[in-house]
């Protein structure tokens, strides 16, 4: 079954959907006075759909958006994200504040709060500023925007120890006219996600129910926020939302299958890769960007548990920094996976360069190898030899800048 | 039952054990012209025990290590140590060389081939220069000594990244004559043992059978090397190798039980627990002795998990670094241990500030805080409130030295 084209709109934002209005503001969570809350509001209600944390420390709005999103599948009008204040380990007041953030926006913008969700990230273990919070939803509610600048101004508005934003849209011709599929994330440090990300909304127009919503978010999460890491750590407040408001006039998506649905699977997942490979690329500190390739497994899980036990290695990282072609310590990493693995069938590659192979080392030219790790981008293959899964994960390098970030974070 | 006593030995090393001769030389492995082989010896057979890296791939000398120990756990004559290279990823020639650096010292020192352990820590991916370690050899053998200077010398040959040698001695007393038990490790990144450490050799006089050697190892390691983690990465060549050669006149231990058993497990486990901190003390640019108690927990396993958790967590690391009490960083890496956690049963301290209970944050004095930070020696303790099992594991700081020291490490 052939698949239908999507194009990518240059420069576009999550406001390129059509229907959708969104706002960047500041409203003092942030010491330094840049944009801490964004809005994002969609006046005919959305299917939902929405992944979220797999920490067993689940942050305030994440509980509070499991109950809210599971009460109105078809009826939600947004969500107000704040940077600045994690609002997680903060107990019964943590809810009471998440709720209370959601009754404000719904009550400004005449919906009610109970079909608004809500996300942060910041500081960990501290209450949210309620005062700043209500006048950062006035002052958000006052500058909605449907241009796509106004998506540009919230997905500034999420950034932490982001230095740019990260905003993907598509354009996706379907039979009976076309839709876009658009999202914005966050995230720089505490990255490994596992069932959803850090911060991301994502929004579309396709008319879709919120089965094959939740099963689309599903699929793309796994082949893009899931297959990355920073440093390993999982958020408490990772959060994945989908938001559809249904008024392209394509064909209405109702299960889990058939063409229609894997266009729009097919346009999510794209969106949804790039702004994992974007959080990555601007992974804190980070000045390369590492795709680590695992082939020849017996198993997907198997293959992605070997490549995120060689992302997660801060020998590996440090020596990607150090331009250093230390292909040892990736052998290493991969040997304490867990995994089964028998060394005499592996391969490793660095970049194009065959550096081990039947369990000996292949005389790597050290010049070419050097040149490689020059650039910014440097890719690692390992062929197991065992099987024929085959799982790319994405990280960054840990270097001194890593350190700098989070050696002061909440000062 | 009670232990019987035993005292530490002041600036001792593991030739403080009576019968052990040790040497340490350099034979240009590492460029520095630093000492890199040591030789330990008895010319009285030992009964020999030891523990390796799960690593998949297990280096050369850990391969050669496991079939000669099998075939000689009552008559083994020493081991033959090098830093600079690991003999690791190098398929059937590494191995040739192992089983020759361990014939050649047999040869010189007038004792089967076989009955020579050997280790090797260093670079992984690289061939051992023989002629080098040929040369090596022949000026440990012509430098043994029984002093303790002599072991103190075969500590600083087996030091890579290591800024201290670590050695631990003890003399036990028993019923019958004492004996001593002593140790030296080295180590200070891609450390996270699991079943062993990197290289340790251990010696004692008590006379022991093979299997309460075995036993008493084991039960050590996992009392020492095992709950230790510098940077999370387990390495390819872990071994710890326990030499007795049995010369006290105390009674002859034949089993992993009864008083006897129980005293020189207890020596032996104080020893390994001693080495074990003295590596993180001095793990690859650390600046603070961290140390993660879990407490409450339903079981052993569990409490490890969470424990380590948070020991290999960077943004925990860092935070010491930075001197940060960012102690949501230490709730969110237990969170994603995978261990099922109720938020609201756990309490967590920083030193012995209740930072957190009963799902809510405890209003910490920043002043005290800071000063606790202030120190090199910072305590977490995390109460999960499910169970009775409690477990410690030791960890040190992420720090810009450390990413000094490993992004150009083979250079």
């Known amino acids: ?88 380990c903060t107990g019964d007041r943590g809810l009471q ?28 273990g501290a209450y949210l500023p309620m005062d700043k919070i209500h006048a950062g939803i006035a002052l958000a509610v006052e500058a909605l925007g449907e241009g796509v600048d106004a998506g540009h101004a919230a997905a500034r508005a999420i950034m932490t120890t982001d230095t740019r934003p990260k905003e993907v849209a598509v354009r996706v011709a ?30 579309t127009d396709a008319p ?58 097919d346009a999510l997942t794209y969106v949804v890769v790039e702004l994992a490979k974007g959080l990555v690329r601007d992974g804190e500190g980070a000045s390369h960007f590492l795709s680590v390739r695992v082939s020849g497994a017996r198993s997907r899980e198997e293959a992605k548990r070997v490549a995120m036990s060689v992302a997660n290695s801060p020998l590996v990282k440090t020596a990607v920094y150090g331009r250093d072609a230390n292909w040892g310590r990736v052998a290493c990493a991969a040997g304490y996976s867990g995994v089964a693995i028998d060394p005499s069938g592996v391969a490793i590659w ?33 062929d197991l030899g065992a099987g024929s899964e085959d799982v790319t994960v994405w990280t960054c390098d840990l270097t001194h800048a890593y350190v700098d970030v989070n050696a002061h974070y909440r000062s």
Do not use: W
Request: with cysteine; proline share 7%; aromatic share 4%.
């Open 350 to 382: 660095l970049g194009d360069i065959l550096v081990y192979r039947e369990g000996e080392p292949q005389g790597m030219d050290e010049a070419r190898a050097a040149a490689l790790l020059a650039g910014t981008d440097v890719a690692v293959r390992i």
């Open 208 to 265: 879709l129910d919120p089965a094959p919503a939740q099963a689309a978010l599903r699929e793309a999460v796994e082949a893009g926020f899931n297959l990355i890491t920073v440093d390993g750590d999982t958020s408490t407040n990772d959060t994945a939302l989908l938001l559809a408001n249904g008024r392209a006039s394509s064909e209405r998506i109702t299960s889990a299958d058939g063409p229609a649905y894997r266009a729009f699977c």
């Open 97 to 124: 504040d998440a709720r209370a953030t959601a009754a404000r926006a719904g009550e400004a913008l005449g919906v009610p709060g109970a079909q608004m969700a809500v996300m942060s990230t910041g500081v960990i």
């Open 174 to 203: 379907a039979p009976g006219g076309e839709y876009t599929v658009a999202g914005m994330a966050k995230g720089a440090g505490m990255i490994a996600p596992n069932m959803a990300t850090l911060l991301s909304v994502l929004t």
């Open 1 to 88: 079954m052939p698949r239908q084209p999507f194009a990518v709109i240059p420069e576009g934002s999550i406001t390129s959907t059509p229907g959708f209005r969104a706002a960047g503001v500041a409203c003092g969570l942030k010491p330094t006075g840049a944009p801490d809350l964004a809005l994002v509001y969609s006046p005919t209600p959305c299917t939902a759909a929405a992944m979220f944390t797999t920490n067993a420390f689940q942050a305030a709005p994440v509980l509070y958006d499991r109950e809210t999103l599971a009460a109105h599948p078809r009826d939600m009008h947004g969500v107000v994200v704040n940077s600045g204040c994690a609002n997680a």
